[in-house]
């Protein structure tokens, strides 16, 4: 089946550890997203990619880096920076061409303790 | 980038239909009016979307209204399943290589409660 995956679904990291989230796609789409979210809020923009080895800072990129090697993965890495980690990551990807109909994952739950 | 008002939350009985308002009245001509939901502590799923003629799938109807300014989501027969929070979203599109693509922008939703 096609779709997109993350992994872990939870992950716990002690503070000041960097930690790497994973996200995987077979939907062939070009464009992929990382959004944070925070109980009871919506979601917040951190990076996004049109293209393999490119990609752009969302709204709260600060503590963040992300990679786009290949089309299938954009993985999202919250570095020791991000003062706030803690939170529920999604990652999504779209077509493009127009076709703005994003499809998301199931979602990472990081704990920072 | 067109912002989108929805009210916080509604309520609905169970094989009603629910009817959900989103105003975006900055939205401009060649902007599409999508809609997604989130149930608890998944990733949000598309529902549909349309530019200016009203939509229809197997999921909802979507009412655009004339002047394009504001939008109403209909669920015909609610169940208890469908309780989520619903988000009407404007993507701000930008061009990268010569294709276009969509920004989307959540903003807080209107939670949707079914009621038995």
């Known amino acids: 089946d096609g779709g997109i995956t993350q992994s872990p679904k939870y992950l716990f990291r002690k503070e000041g550890q960097n930690v790497t989230l994973s996200c995987e796609q077979n939907?062939?789409?070009?464009?992929m997203y990382w959004y944070r979210q925070d109980p009871g809020q919506g979601l917040r923009l951190i990076y996004y990619s049109q293209i393999v080895n490119d990609f752009q800072k969302g709204d709260i990129a600060e503590g963040y880096s992300v990679s786009r090697e290949k089309k299938e993965s954009f993985p999202l890495t919250v570095t020791s920076a991000q003062k706030n980690p803690t939170a529920f990551y999604l990652c999504?990807?779209?077509?493009?061409?127009?076709?703005?109909?994003?499809?998301f994952g199931q979602g990472t739950r990081l704990t920072v303790v | 980038d067109a912002k989108t008002t929805q009210p916080t939350s509604m309520d609905c009985a169970e094989g009603r239909a629910a009817n959900l308002p989103c105003n975006h009245s900055?939205?401009?001509?060649?902007?599409?009016v999508y809609w997604y939901r989130q149930i608890h502590s998944q990733g949000p799923q598309y529902i549909i979307h349309?530019?200016?003629n009203n939509e229809t799938n197997e999921m909802a109807s979507l009412i655009i209204t004339e002047d394009r300014k504001s939008s109403t989501l209909i669920l015909p027969h609610a169940t208890l399943r469908d309780t989520a929070v619903y988000y009407c979203i404007v993507p701000s599109l930008y061009n990268a290589g010569g294709t276009s693509y969509g920004k989307l922008t959540f903003g807080q939703g209107t939670i949707l409660t079914v009621h038995p």
């Open positions: 939907l062939n789409h070009d464009a």
């Open positions: 900055t939205i401009s001509g060649n902007e599409y």
């Open positions: 349309g530019l200016k």
């Open positions: 999504a990807s779209s077509k493009g061409r127009g076709g703005t109909e994003a499809f």
